[in-house]
T-cell receptor, first 109, second 115 residues
């Protein structure tokens, strides 16, 4: 079983749509949680941290359910520039990052 | 401020040869991490330096991989001898204090192809 499970997609959505991604993680000892974004052939870049109380950053909302070991990301009003792979990333020991394989999003006009 | 840099950007070598990858973290960042993505798989942790000391090397696949960070500045990752399954993208990341919510900043990666 993978440490982080994500639906690989692709999610093909029109501009302006709302799209949600989910992931589950297996390490109950994970202390911190992140969503990273990765563009094609580029490095991962932090999109947002995910706190237990849930948090929002503009059009992006992240939720964490520790009991279910489940993390979600909601993107509202999708833009063409949101097209990328979204990586669910809980931490492991000593703050190493444990990456999911990612969910691909393609936003079309 | 300069980001994390990695050299070379690409490397093509033959099986059995040696390759050394270099990472320069963001200035002042004590924590340096190596990760890699092999074809079709997710990004996997290799090891973590705090200054010049190895904090966690649990992800190093075998003893053909040697990482160093002499002086606590830049780091090198040497693969000797390289095998076909070592092909992939090697990312380096750095963070300042290593605290649990701290952002790790990634370099552009080195794409390694072993033939």
């Amino acid at each position: 079983r993978k440490e982080v499970e994500q639906d690989p997609g692709p999610f093909n959505v029109p501009e302006g749509a709302t799209v949600a991604f989910n992931c589950t993680y297996s390490n109950s000892a994970s202390q911190s949680f992140f969503w990273y974004r990765q563009d094609c052939r580029k490095e991962p870049k932090l999109l947002m941290s995910v706190y237990s109380s849930g948090n929002e950053d503009g059009r992006f909302t992240a939720q964490l359910n520790r009991a279910s070991q489940y993390i979600s990301l909601l993107i509202r009003d999708s833009k063409l520039s949101d097209s990328a792979t979204y990586l669910c990333v809980p931490s492991g020991g000593y703050n190493k990052l444990i990456f999911g394989a990612g969910t691909r999003l393609a936003v079309h006009p | 401020e300069a980001g994390v840099t990695q050299f070379p950007s690409h490397s093509v070598i033959e099986k059995g040869q040696t390759v050394t990858l270099r990472c320069d973290p963001i200035s002042g960042h004590d924590n340096l991490y190596w990760y890699r993505r092999v074809m079709g798989k997710e990004i996997k942790f290799l090891l973590h330096f705090v200054k010049e000391s190895k904090q966690d090397e649990s992800g190093m696949p075998n003893n053909r991989f040697l990482a160093e960070r002499t002086g606590g500045t830049y780091s090198t990752l040497k693969v000797q001898p390289a095998e076909l399954e070592d092909s992939g993208v090697y990312f380096c990341a750095s963070s300042q204090d290593g605290q649990k919510w701290e952002t790790q900043y990634f370099g552009p990666g080195t794409r390694l192809l072993v033939l």
